[in-house]
Structure formats: C-alpha cells, structure tokens
C-alpha cells in the first residue's frame, strides 16, 4: 500500500516544492534519503523519520481500525563547498553567502504560509502541525553543512486507503 510509505511520499513532496521555491539555484540537487548514489554539491537531503502512530487509532473509509494520526522528523540538509572562497559564477555570491543564501530559502519554503505539502503532492495524507525544531551547523573538511530540523504530525485520508 503506498499509502504506508511515510517516507518515500513526504520526501517525494519535499522534493517537488523545494525545486520550485529554490528554482533560482539551478545547479543545486535534491536528494531523497535512499537516492544517495552519487554524491554532488551543492545539494539539499531530504530525510522523512516516522516517529511513530498517535493514539487513538480510527476507522478508515472501509470500517477498518488503524492508525491514522503520525509525527514524523522531517531533516533537510543543505551541503555546500565551504573550500571555494571565490564568487560564484552563477550566483554572484562567495560561498558562505551562497550557502546562508540557500538555507534562509529553505526555511522560506518550509513556513506555513508557504505553498509546501499540498493535495497536488502529498495526496495520502493531510499535514495538521508543523514546527521548526532546531538547526545544526558544522564545517566538515571543504564541506559547510546547515541541518533544519521538523517536527511535523500529519493524518493519512480516509478514503485513500486500498
């Protein structure tokens, strides 16, 4: 049942809006966390952890008990050369400046006032709560890393289930 691939299918979403709210960075890549082979930069990884099933469970449209209610921690990795000092071609902007860039646009796309998981593509589920929840900075090597942080609770639709 696709309906129970949580992850795929919020990563899948995330994907889809970030591409368009970041169109302006076309060299950046999106990349789901099973679609890791071949390792590029500038990038966003995107990375769905279901947190678990929120009691009580109800009935789908076919009078069957589930669960329907669900957190999830939702990671978006924005990975950056930090190496490359110089501007940018494309952007006009030094490295640090593009990366901060491509984070606040992130953050941008992820507010709730933001066109983000919509019926259009996310279409199991309904999103009822979304947070930011922290943001994690490191330099690895040539490597500047900003990890976002979601705390997200959504409700799969009843008639969407087999």
């Not at 960075?25 to 099973?34: A, D, E, K, N, R």
């Not at 006032?113 to 009822?128: A, G, I």
């Not at 922290?134 to 969407?160: Q, R, W």
Request: net charge negative; glycine share 2%; hydrophobic share 35%.
């Amino acid at each position: 049942m696709e309906i129970l691939d949580f992850e795929t299918n919020f990563e899948t979403a995330a994907k889809s809006f970030l591409a368009t709210h970041l169109s302006s960075f076309t060299s950046l890549q999106y990349v789901s966390s099973l679609d890791q082979s071949v390792f590029t930069i500038p990038r966003v990884e995107i990375n769905a952890e279901l947190q678990g099933a929120d009691d009580p469970p109800t009935f789908d449209s076919q009078s069957r008990l589930n669960y329907s209610q669900y957190s999830l921690n939702f990671l978006l990795r924005i990975v950056t050369d930090a190496s490359d000092d110089r501007t940018i071609a494309t952007s006009g902007l030094t490295s640090s400046e593009f990366h901060r860039r491509i984070r606040r646009e992130v953050r941008e796309a992820m507010l709730l006032s933001s066109t983000n998981f919509t019926d259009t593509n996310l279409e199991y589920y309904e999103v009822k709560y979304m947070r930011p929840t922290g943001t994690d900075y490191e330099v690895d090597g040539d490597l500047a890393i900003s990890t976002l942080s979601y705390e997200i609770k959504f409700c799969t639709k009843p008639d969407e289930w087999d």
